[in-house]
C-alpha cells in the first residue's frame, strides 16, 4: 500500500525533526514525511534529505507556498517557532495561513502544536502578573491558544497537540543550573513546591505520530503531552545524581525571576507563574500516561538526564 504522506513544518526543528525520525523510524512503514523549510539547502534540510526524506521549499509566511507544500498530503504537523521573532500577531497569522493551507488541499488530519490561551485563567484585569504586549499574559502561549480556532472555525481535522516545557531549555535556552557567588550550583525557578510538567522535545513528535496513527479517535481532540510532572525539587536532586555535583533549587517569586532582563524573561516569568498557579489544571491536560500510549518510548526526566545531562553548559 501507498504511504501516507505527513507534511511536517519544522522539519529541521526540535518539535518537527522529532516526528520525521520517528516516521522514519516506524516499523509499520504507514506514513512518509515531507520536510518543509524555508531553505532546502541548508545542512540540516541536507541532512534529511540524504536520508531519502522529501524536503520542500515553504515559509508560513507565505500562504501559497503552504499551499503548494500540503498538496497531496494526507497529514500536516503545523508548529510555528515563537522565539524567532516574539511576536503573536505574526504567530497567529501563521498558524491562519497553515489551517487554511490544510483545508485547500484536503488535508484529512493536522496535529497543530499548540498551548493554552492562559488569558482563560488570568484575564487581562487580574493583576497577578503584567500584561505584555498590550493584550497577552503569556504571548507564546495565548497567541497559540487562540489560534486554535483558525483550524476549527474553517472545520479542518485537527488534534490540538498541548506541549511541555522541553528539558532540552537546560542545555539550549539558557535555563540549566547556573554558579551562585558560592560556587554552588543552583537551578532557578518561579516554580515554588509546584509540579512542571516537562518532556524531551524529541518526544513531542513521536507523541505526534502516535496521534496521526490513532487517527479518526484524535481528530476534534486536544491531548497534552508529558514525559514526566516533577517538581523543581525533584528536578534538582535528579540533576545531583546525574552529574554528581550538588545542585540546589532556588525558588524565587516570579516578579523576581521577571526582573532577571534577559529576552523574553517578562513572558517566561508569567508562564512559569501560570504553570505554578494552576498546577492542577496543567498537570492534568498532559497526562504522561496517555503520552506513553502514544509514544512507548517516552523518556522521564532521569532517562532525558542520562543521555543528555553531559551536554548541560554549567557556567
Ligand atoms: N522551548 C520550550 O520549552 C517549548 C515548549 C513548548 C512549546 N514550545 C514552542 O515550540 C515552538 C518552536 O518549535 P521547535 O522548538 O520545534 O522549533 P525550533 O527547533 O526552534 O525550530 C524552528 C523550526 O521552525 C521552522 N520555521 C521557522 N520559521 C518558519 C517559517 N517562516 N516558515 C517555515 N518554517 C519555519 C524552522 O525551519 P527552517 O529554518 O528550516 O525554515 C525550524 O524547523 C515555539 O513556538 C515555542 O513556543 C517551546
Redesign the pocket.
Known amino acids: 500500500m501507498a504511504k501516507k504522506t505527513i507534511a511536517v513544518?519544522?522539519?529541521?526543528?526540535?518539535?518537527?525533526g522529532g516526528l520525521v525520525r520517528a516516521i522514519l523510524a516506524d516499523a509499520s512503514g504507514e506514513f512518509a514525511a515531507r520536510a518543509?523549510?524555508?531553505?532546502v539547502s541548508?545542512e540540516?534540510?541536507k541532512a534529511l534529505a540524504k536520508l531519502g526524506v522529501e524536503v520542500v521549499a515553504?515559509?508560513?509566511?507565505e500562504p501559497a507556498s503552504v499551499r503548494s507544500a500540503f498538496e497531496g498530503a494526507y497529514g500536516a504537523f503545523c508548529?510555528?517557532?515563537?522565539?524567532?521573532h516574539f511576536s503573536p500577531e505574526k504567530e497567529a497569522a501563521?498558524a491562519r495561513a497553515m489551517a487554511r493551507a490544510a483545508k485547500e488541499a484536503g488535508v484529512k488530519h493536522v496535529v497543530w502544536?499548540t498551548?493554552e490561551d492562559t488569558r482563560k485563567w488570568v484575564p487581562l484585569t487580574d493583576a497577578r502578573m503584567p500584561t505584555l504586549q498590550g493584550k497577552y499574559k503569556v504571548p507564546?502561549f495565548d497567541a497559540k491558544g487562540e489560534a486554535n480556532g483558525a483550524f476549527t472555525e474553517l472545520g479542518v481535522p485537527t488534534t490540538f497537540l498541548n506541549?511541555?516545557?522541553?528539558w532540552d531549555?537546560l542545555i539550549h535556552?539558557g535555563m540549566g543550573p547556573k554558579k551562585g557567588p558560592d560556587g554552588k550550583l543552583a537551578f532557578v525557578l518561579p516554580m515554588g513546591d509546584k509540579k512542571l510538567p516537562g518532556i524531551a522535545?524529541e518526544d513531542i513528535g513521536r507523541c505526534a505520530l502516535g496521534v496521526f496513527k490513532r487517527g479518526k479517535e484524535f481528530v476534534g481532540r486536544t491531548v497534552g503531552v508529558a514525559g514526566e510532572q516533577p517538581t523543581c525539587g525533584q528536578m534538582a536532586a535528579a540533576l545531583t545524581k546525574a552529574l554528581g555535583r550538588e545542585v540546589r533549587y532556588n525558588d524565587v517569586p516570579p516578579d523576581v525571576f521577571r526582573g532577571f532582563g534577559f529576552p523574553g524573561a517578562q513572558e517566561i516569568g508569567n508562564m512559569f507563574q501560570f504553570y505554578r498557579d494552576f498546577e492542577a489544571d496543567c498537570c492534568a491536560a498532559r497526562s504522561v500516561e496517555v503520552s506513553r500510549s502514544l509514544n512507548p518510548r517516552l523518556q522521564t526526566f532521569d532517562a532525558w538526564l542520562a543521555a543528555n545531562a553531559s551536554r548541560i553548559p554549567l557556567e
Do not use: C, M, P
Not at 518543509?36 to 531553505?39: G, H, V
Open positions: 513544518v519544522g522539519a529541521t526543528g526540535a518539535q518537527g518543509l523549510t524555508r531553505d541548508s540540516k534540510a515553504a515559509n508560513i509566511d508548529v510555528t517557532a515563537f522565539w524567532e501563521q502544536s498551548l507564546h506541549t511541555s516545557f522541553y531549555n535556552f522535545a
